[in-house]
């Protein structure tokens, strides 16, 4: 087995070293007293001028004050109050009242849609689409749908005038 030339001297210094450092150790351990307790005197007290009491109204009190963060007692802010949907209007349908038979408890009514031009016939109470036949007279039907109501008048024919005799 090869061996290196080691110098002897320079093994020895570094032994000596170890050992140095390991007694200089070993006395810095020893050589330091038992802690002694300290007491310490407590910190004044922040010296800040109180607060002038003051009547702020609720209104101007802040979010904060009025509902403190990390409080036991925080609420969630109020709901905001929710309006009512509009109501939907539902168009009425677009007719000609041609024919009105009145009734004392109730009536026939036959016309014309504008918007199919097709005939209808309706009594009183009966359903056309949405619309329901709330009343029949002698001059008029009403539709009601909801809150909605549509009156149409009996359609008076035109007046015929005669043609002018020949000559």
Same mark, same amino acid.
């Given at each position: 087995? #090869?061996?290196? +030339?080691?110098?002897?001297? /320079?093994?020895? =210094?570094?032994?000596? $070293?170890? !050992? @140095? %450092? &390991? ?60 309006? #009512?949907?509009? +109501?939907?209007?539902?168009? /009425?349908?677009? =007719?000609?009242?041609? $024919?009105? !038979? @009145? %009734? &004392? ?60 005799? #020949?000559?």
């Amino acid at each position: 087995m #090869p061996t290196l +030339p080691l110098d002897r001297a /320079a093994v020895t =210094l570094a032994g000596l $070293g170890v !050992i @140095a %450092g &390991v007694a200089m150790a070993l006395v810095g351990i020893f050589a330091v007293p038992n802690p002694a307790a300290v007491t310490v005197p407590a910190l004044p007290r922040a010296l800040l001028p109180p607060l002038p009491p003051t009547a702020v109204p609720a209104a101007e009190v802040g979010e904060a004050v009025r509902r403190p963060l990390f409080s036991e007692s925080r609420r969630p802010p109020p709901p905001k109050p929710i309006a #009512p949907p509009p +109501p939907v209007l539902v168009p /009425a349908p677009e =007719l000609q009242v041609t $024919g009105i !038979i @009145a %009734g &004392v408890g109730g009536g026939v009514v036959l016309g014309t849609d504008k918007h199919t031009q097709k005939p209808f016939r309706l009594k009183t109470g009966e359903m056309l689409g949405d619309w329901r036949v709330d009343g029949i007279t002698r001059t008029s039907l009403r539709l009601r749908h909801a809150d909605q109501v549509q009156d149409y008048p009996l359609a008076t024919p035109p007046t015929i005038t005669p043609a002018p005799r #020949p000559r």
